[in-house]
């Protein structure tokens, strides 16, 4: 069945780092790719996506590319803050499959001042 | 007010008793998720409805029960609750592929006693 493989954390950075969380990923057909992201206290928020190959998602300084040839989909950003401190988790959606979103199992990300 | 709003957003509740938790939203989507989040297991389905007279048995359906009482409304019922359901549950509303326009609720933290 569909699957999505994460990065395990927690990750810690410091300000200004250079960030990758890892994603790949399992799929029968055409998947469409999430990034969600959950701040403490809070329910996951979209952050980004990209439904179709060699898409790129970005959002708020972060970037993904869909990846079909090594099925992944990592996230990266250049220059974290402090307020970038929260859980982030990959998704895929298949219309092929379930067409319910599949989550991995999130990875912590605490960045440091 | 919010998207998605789940009540409560605590509860303490004790051993075999019965609770439910409830989820209302104003997108007007038709499909409803309940989740459970536990730390290091990530998000975990526990079940689904596409509309009204559509329910679904998710991963972790065992111990719960869900009533759709409208288009708006999908609430969670643990029939005898046990510590090993404490958890963070979420709701979630859908647009169904390619977008999955996921939204969450805030979330509600039980705690079984």
């Known amino acids: 069945g569909d699957s999505v493989t994460q990065m395990e954390g927690p990750v810690t950075l410091s300000e200004e780092a250079f960030l990758t969380i890892n994603c790949t990923y399992t799929?029968?057909?055409?998947?469409?790719l999430f990034w969600y992201v959950q701040y403490p206290g809070e329910g996951l928020q979209l952050l980004l996506k990209?439904?179709?190959?060699?898409d790129k998602g970005s959002n708020k300084g972060f970037e993904a590319t869909y990846r079909k040839e090594t099925t992944s989909f990592h996230l990266e950003k250049g220059s974290v803050q402090v307020s970038d401190s929260a859980v982030y988790f990959c998704?895929?959606?298949?219309?092929?499959?379930?067409?319910?979103?599949?989550f991995g199992k999130g990875t912590k990300l605490t960045v440091n001042p | 007010d919010a998207d998605v709003t789940q009540t409560p957003r605590n509860r303490i509740t004790k051993t075999g008793k019965r609770i439910m938790l409830e989820c209302s939203q104003t997108?007007?989507?038709?499909?409803m998720y309940w989740y459970r989040q536990d730390p290091g297991l990530g998000l975990r389905l526990i079940y689904y409805?596409?509309?009204?007279?559509?329910?679904n048995k998710g991963e972790i359906s065992d111990g719960y029960s869900v009533s759709r009482q409208a288009q708006a409304k999908f609430s969670l019922s643990l029939e005898s609750a046990i510590p090993n359901q404490t958890a963070l549950y979420f709701c979630?509303?859908?647009?169904?592929?390619?977008?999955?326009?996921?939204?969450f609720g805030s979330g509600t933290r039980l705690t079984v006693v």
């Open positions: 990209a439904t179709k190959a060699d």
């Open positions: 997108k007007g989507h038709d499909r």
């Open positions: 979630a509303t859908d647009t169904g592929p390619p977008s999955y326009g996921y939204t």
């Open positions: 998704a895929l959606g298949s219309q092929g499959g379930s067409e319910k979103l599949v």
């Open positions: 799929a029968t057909g055409y998947p469409s």
């Open positions: 409805s596409f509309d009204v007279k559509d329910i």
